[in-house]
């Protein structure tokens, strides 16, 4: 007897392969790296200059996520990063009257917050994020979910502040970057001091993860560009 003859699919598709049933294993992303706390390094010393040499940190998270138009403050901050790994010397800072004053103020405004809120503030000199690649100066830890930002104003731009009773937005860049991406920290308060016989304006932000999300890829794409930066201007010697 002859051998049936297969019959050959009328639309000229192949045959639909069965799927595979073994399940395809799902990546697990590695653990956040550990944070680098310098406790012992006080803020404004010759360690703590030297250890955010040629980085990027909170306070400069708002130039660092300048738009086009202000393309020249961020260029400027580039070339200073760049001269401080070129050197291994810190740059210069920049101080005047009013950031002296602010200087001898923030323990004021510090002992204030902690006789208000019943809360002891933990000082640290820096925090350094390895996953970030970004560094933060918190002017304060509250407990393990806490930290604060301070800063001493004139009694002037302390009324305008109160005035509004809003956030202010100059500062929304690094207590956001520096607290909840780089400290992870759940919560910050904004303590902004004059004078003691002054009302103060304290304001609580939690994690916004898209805010946080766009200041991640703002600090990655400076960090490369700082990267292709140095790396040129070794290429052209001494």
Request: glycine letters at 8%; a positive charge.
């Amino acid at each position: 007897m002859r051998k049936p003859i297969p019959r050959r699919s009328t639309t000229g598709a192949p045959p639909t392969p069965k799927p595979d049933p073994t399940p395809i294993p799902k990546r697990t992303p590695p653990p956040p790296a550990e944070l680098v706390y310098y406790e012992d390094i006080i803020q404004g010393s010759d360690d703590w200059f030297e250890v955010r040499r040629g980085k990027a940190t909170s306070s400069e998270f708002g130039t660092i996520m300048s738009s086009s138009e202000e393309a020249l403050t961020r260029g400027k901050l580039l070339r200073q990063l760049a001269g401080e790994i070129l050197t291994g010397e810190p740059r210069a800072m920049f101080s005047n009257r009013d950031t002296e004053r602010g200087k001898e103020l923030e323990p004021v405004a510090r002992e204030y917050y902690e006789q208000s809120r019943f809360v002891t503030v933990r000082q640290v000199g820096f925090v350094w994020n390895p996953d970030v690649k970004a560094g933060w100066s918190p002017d304060g830890l509250v407990g393990d979910d806490g930290a604060i930002e301070i800063k001493c104003v004139r009694p002037d731009i302390l009324i305008a502040i109160l005035e509004k009773g809003t956030f202010p937005p100059e500062h929304r860049a690094q207590c956001f970057g520096g607290a909840f991406l780089v400290g992870r920290r759940q919560w910050c308060d904004l303590v902004i001091f004059s004078h003691p016989k002054m009302p103060k304006f304290v304001a609580r932000v939690t994690p916004n993860d898209v805010y946080q999300r766009q200041i991640k890829d703002a600090v990655e794409v400076f960090n490369w560009d700082l990267q292709q930066l140095v790396t040129r201007m070794r290429k052209l010697g001494l």
